[in-house]
């Protein structure tokens, strides 16, 4: 990833937060030089030693299933994104795009125990339905609800991450003036996307040189 020093995020805390709350990823696992490319949600966990495990679950009919384990795997959580016109400049540029994301290397082991599996899908029920008012309760259906049904269907997979690489890319190469316009512009917009961005660069303002 291209990353100029502007736009390295290294704080541990804010690129957690994107991974919860932007969860679903680009899995990737090169296999002789070509890339197997699946999307799926994510869970992130810190185990006791401090390094950050990221458990998933894919079809067992996915062909990235029979390749995944002990794999060298990036996982790339897409954090908001938005359009940034020069309108909103104090003085007269080009366009750009203001964008969040985090690219997780790590080594995969497959999860092939059904009980495994289930603990798989029970925590990303969890965490999916965390701020439901009233969250769905985890359970299977009949044809899932065995051992070999599960084990047939679905494989479950832990990342253990070996490297983090985020790019927060906020406008921090432009004048305080140019920011506060791009703050303000983004503000009169009323997507997500752009309300996102908006309190990403309200956040990190102190850093900002």
């Given at each position: ?29 090169i ?43 990036t ?9 940034i016109?020069?309108?909103?400049y104090?003085?007269?540029?080009v ?5 969040a994301?985090?690219h997780?290397k ?20 969890v965490?999916?339905?965390?701020n ?51 703050i ?14 908006q ?11």
């Amino acid at each position: 990833m291209y990353l100029p020093s502007k736009f390295h995020c290294q704080d541990t805390k804010e690129i957690q937060s994107l991974m919860e709350n932007y969860p679903l990823a680009t899995v990737i696992t090169i296999v002789n030089n070509s890339p197997l490319i699946s999307h799926l949600p994510m869970v992130k966990e810190v185990d006791s030693n401090g390094t950050m495990i990221l458990i998933g679950h894919m079809s067992k009919a996915n062909p990235h299933s029979l390749h995944i384990n002990k794999s060298e795997t990036t996982v790339i959580f897409h954090g908001p994104n938005s359009y940034i016109t020069p309108k909103w400049y104090e003085k007269n540029d080009v366009p750009t795009w203001n964008y969040a994301v985090a690219h997780c290397k790590g080594v995969t082991k497959l999860i092939l125990d059904a009980e495994a599996i289930q603990n798989c899908l029970k925590k990303l029920t969890v965490a999916a339905e965390k701020n439901s008012i009233d969250p769905w309760e985890f359970w299977l259906p009949d044809d899932l609800n065995s051992p070999t049904s599960l084990t047939s269907a679905i494989v479950g997979f832990e990342v253990t991450i070996t490297e983090v690489t985020a790019k927060f890319k906020l406008s921090q190469n432009r004048s305080s003036a140019d920011r506060k316009g791009v703050i303000a512009g983004l503000e009169s917009r009323k997507d997500d996307n752009s309300r996102a961005i908006q309190t990403l660069i309200k956040a990190n303002e102190d850093r900002f040189c």
